[in-house]
């Protein structure tokens, strides 16, 4: 049976909390005050904040429970967690139209006429090309239960441009902190403002490297070349430059403290746990109801605008194609639930742009191919889709590095950018993208600084129906580099030239040292060898950048843009009583890693659908 957990249930130990066995169905036709599609980082912390203010929420996840999985559990298993079959949802993605530059790409994954993956551009007989691996998390929690927890408040440029395209501002950095103080729990000493109360821990994590020989030297030069003096490294890395409220914060660069969303005893913090913690307390009208495919919001005829009314659903397990557990000959049991005041759908950047085109909402044309009815004809739904661009610089020293305990963080600015550009972290691991099995490994000596370029010029992404079965997978092709790839192949190009600077003045003459590098990419042999051209270097960066931080499917915008799926309340254009809360809201990717700022409008939306429910919006 479908796990129930009902608001009623909070006698249930722990151990038991999926309840497999024990749990009633779904109740059909059963009405609420509010839906929640999903249990991410937008739905999660939304549907929990509404019912703990009063109101009957019905959360609805197509995913299990989770949360004690030791691959989830423990942050330190994150890559773990995403090759789980547990928790993944397996999606594969292009990256361009470019038939050969997809070809060109190391990791391509293709599927075998045996049922099993090929990784490589060589592929057997036989073998059908699925595309550019990008896992998702059809779990309790969403993709904050396996990532790498991460935690970065955007730059204030980004939360400040939404309020003046949108001329909300609420949106601007001042306030949109508020949101971020009203959810911390911060375990970690700051000069600045924090939460010490919230749902969310946020521990700067033990600079290990502050006491390793090695550590501390590629820290100092990693400073130096920031133009900072280094003179106290630990204390340099100990610093908030990361959510902290300096007046220059978008343009401070250099080594930094990392902080993740994880508990000071390396266990993971995040919605999913915020979801769990508030049914197992028994005292808040929330049910949240797992093994639960959302298929179709249900609209009703009111007025001049179409009202958002409620969702059809299935129940069962692992009845998402994405998922690799899923059997086609399962159909699951079909259900319908209401709602009296709002749904809110916080699928995801692919999942919910999938279940308003379902519904009629989106392109007219892409829906008539489906003999969908239209609902309203919304463009923008699908389409303007962003993702960061990830790549690295990857090498082998002269010896192993200790490990993790030397891994640092750190932000350039490039010549392209206003403001900080690039966020990178720097350590003995090899981290070269996604495909089934990451990561991969080259062997003890490996050294790498991975980058992520924040702020791409190119938003042209689009994400397609591809059958009107919900259970269908979508077409997804991030038109990587489609706009402005010049100028965004310079700024990752400058950010590895930054750390060639600072790695290539590492001491060898020590008989310890790490040095020399040998580098394997963007070009191979010695730091500073003379084969590798600016040319060659753009495109390896081109054709092998990868990337997992979708956004902007069903973005905010301006009233009069024509591509805007939400106005600046999360409100979807053209009907009532639906919002879209999640990464897919974004206007462009918030910073380095979505799943703060994600969270961080979770409890903005959470206090616009308040002051509504109180007829103040």
């Not at 937008?42 to 904040?49: Q, R, S, T, V």
């Not at 009296?340 to 916080?346: A, N, P």
């Amino acid at each position: 049976m479908t796990p129930i957990l009902p608001w009623t249930s909070g006698l249930v130990s722990l151990a038991l909390f999926t309840l497999s066995a024990s749990a009633a169905s779904l109740a059909d036709n059963k009405t609420y005050e509010y839906i929640v599609v999903g249990t991410g980082p937008g739905g999660g912390p939304l549907a929990a904040n509404l019912a703990r203010a009063g109101h009957s929420v019905l959360v609805l996840e197509a995913g299990d429970d989770q949360t004690e999985n030791v691959n989830v559990s423990q942050w330190v298993n994150f890559n773990a967690a995403g090759n789980d079959p547990a928790t993944r949802w397996d999606f594969f993605v292009k990256h361009s139209d470019d038939e050969e530059r997809e070809a060109r790409y190391l990791h391509r994954t293709w599927r075998k006429t045996d049922g099993n993956f090929y990784v490589g551009i060589d592929p057997p007989a036989g073998a059908k090309p699925l595309g550019i691996y990008y896992p998702r998390a059809g779990t309790l929690g969403g993709c904050a239960m396996h990532n790498g927890c991460l935690t970065m408040n955007p730059n204030d440029l980004d939360w400040d441009d939404i309020a003046e395209t949108t001329g909300d501002q609420s949106w601007s950095a001042e306030n949109m902190r508020k949101y971020l103080i009203q959810m911390e729990k911060v375990h970690y000493n700051s000069t600045y403002k924090h939460g010490h109360d919230g749902w969310l821990d946020m521990t700067m994590l033990d600079p290990g490297y502050s006491t390793s020989a090695d550590a501390k030297q590629l820290t100092r030069l990693a400073a130096q070349a920031a133009g900072l003096s280094a003179a106290d490294t630990s204390k340099l890395l100990a610093q908030d430059r990361v959510n902290g409220d300096q007046p220059d914060r978008d343009n401070l660069v250099g080594p930094f403290g990392g902080v993740s969303h994880i508990k000071p005893d390396g266990r993971r913090s995040s919605p999913g746990y915020y979801v769990r913690d508030t049914v197992k307390e028994g005292k808040y009208p929330i049910t949240l109801s797992l093994d639960t495919l959302a298929t179709k919001i249900i609209f009703e005829k009111s007025g001049k605008k179409p009202k958002a009314i409620g969702i059809e659903y299935l129940q069962g397990k692992s009845l998402y194609s994405a998922d690799p557990r899923y059997n086609a000959s399962d159909k699951g049991t079909p259900g319908k639930a209401y709602a009296s005041k709002e749904v809110i759908i916080s699928g995801g950047a692919f999942n919910s742009p999938q279940l308003l085109l379902l519904s009629g909402i989106g392109p007219a044309a892409h829906l008539k191919k489906f003999s969908i009815p239209v609902v309203v004809d919304l463009p923008g739904v699908g389409q303007s889709v962003a993702d960061n661009y990830e790549a690295g610089i990857l090498t082998l020293g002269k010896r192993a590095v200790t490990g993790l305990g030397e891994i640092f963080p750190a932000f350039w600015k490039t010549s392209q950018s206003a403001i900080r550009d690039i966020y990178m972290w720097c350590g003995g691991f090899s981290f070269e993208g996604f495909w089934p099995g990451f990561p991969g490994t080259h062997g003890p000596n490996q050294y790498e600084c991975a980058l992520v370029h924040m702020n791409p010029r190119s938003q042209a992404g689009v994400i397609e129906l591809t059958s009107a079965d919900p259970r269908a997978v979508p077409a997804i092709n991030l038109n990587f580099f489609k706009d402005g790839a010049d100028r965004d192949l310079s700024a990752i190009l400058e950010g590895v030239n930054w750390v060639r600077s600072w790695l290539s003045k590492v001491d060898a003459a020590s008989s310890d040292s790490l040095a020399p590098f040998s580098e394997l990419h963007p070009c191979e042999g010695q730091v500073g060898r003379q084969n590798c051209t600016v040319a060659s270097q753009k495109t390896y960066l081109k054709e092998q950048a990868y990337s997992h931080h979708a956004t902007s499917s069903c973005r905010i915008g301006a009233d009069g843009d024509k591509l805007a799926v939400l106005d600046s309340k999360f409100r979807v254009r053209g009907v009532t009583g639906l919002r879209v809360v999640d990464a897919s809201s974004f206007p462009k990717v918030p910073g380095a890693f979505p799943v703060l700022p994600t969270m961080m409008i979770s409890v903005k939306a959470t206090e616009d659908i308040l002051r509504a429910a109180r007829g103040r919006e």
